[in-house]
């Protein structure tokens, strides 16, 4: 139990259809973040939201459009994606998006994709 | 564009022996980061690194970071089994930013055997 939730865990999505990957977090926290773990490539940091609003979106497709409704909440929605987006798209945490001294960050379990 | 590297990228060990995973990163920075990841799960913080000089220590992993040579380390002293996983480190860019972005680096996938 990290403290972080993520569903579904496990994804298998056409490239036409459009779903969508849910994050909540019972931690407090202010902050919360998107990232994408592929095979053979470091972890990528896609979206932060701190206090529900976007503060980084590093270069993300539009085809990965995320939302915040809250501090507890984050989804990932994904439509019309390509084989090459297949990886482990892993949620995270934290107080805030600052960097000090107690601002750990925790991750959720992960969603595994696969796109066929 | 901040890049980290970390060597080595597998690493076999036998039980009882030391060894130390190094990061070396291309930016400044103040703030470094380690994070375990076992097979099929998420990714556990074990350290953070806030200053230069900073050294933290967990059972037997020990953490330093030399901010003016850009290199953290993470020391194994007498491994065991259960310390198998990969290793990440990651650095979040510049001083005191608010952004909180990390770039991670390839990881490095320890295998202690007996």
């Known amino acids: 139990e990290t403290g972080v939730t993520q569903t579904p865990r496990h994804l298998v999505m056409g490239m036409t259809n459009k779903k969508s990957l849910k994050c909540e977090q019972h931690l407090g926290h202010n902050a919360m973040y998107w990232y994408k773990q592929s095979a053979k490539k470091p972890l990528e940091l896609m979206f932060v939201y701190n206090f529900k609003e976007q503060t980084e979106n590093n270069s993300v497709p539009s085809r990965f459009s995320p939302e915040c409704p809250n501090s507890s909440h984050l989804f990932l929605h994904l439509h019309t994606l390509q084989p090459e987006d297949s990886a482990l798209y892993l949620c995270a945490s934290s107080h805030s998006a600052g960097g000090w001294a107690g601002n750990t960050i925790y991750f959720g379990e992960g969603s595994w994709l696969t796109v066929v | 564009e901040l890049k980290v590297e970390q060597n080595p990228l597998f690493l076999s060990m036998q039980e009882g022996k030391n060894y130390t995973i190094y990061c070396n990163y291309s930016?400044?920075?103040?703030?470094l980061y380690w994070y375990r990841q076992d097979p099929g799960k998420s990714l556990e913080s074990l350290f953070v690194?806030?200053?230069?000089?900073a050294v933290k220590q967990e059972g037997r992993l020990m953490a330093s970071l030399d901010t003016k040579a850009r290199l953290s380390t993470l020391h194994i002293t007498a491994a065991v089994h259960d310390l198998s996983a990969t290793y990440f480190c990651a650095v979040d860019e510049g001083y005191n930013t608010n952004a909180g972005k990390s770039t991670f680096g390839d990881g490095t996938t320890l295998t202690v055997k007996p």
């Open positions: 690194l806030l200053s230069n000089g």
């Open positions: 930016t400044t920075s103040d703030r």
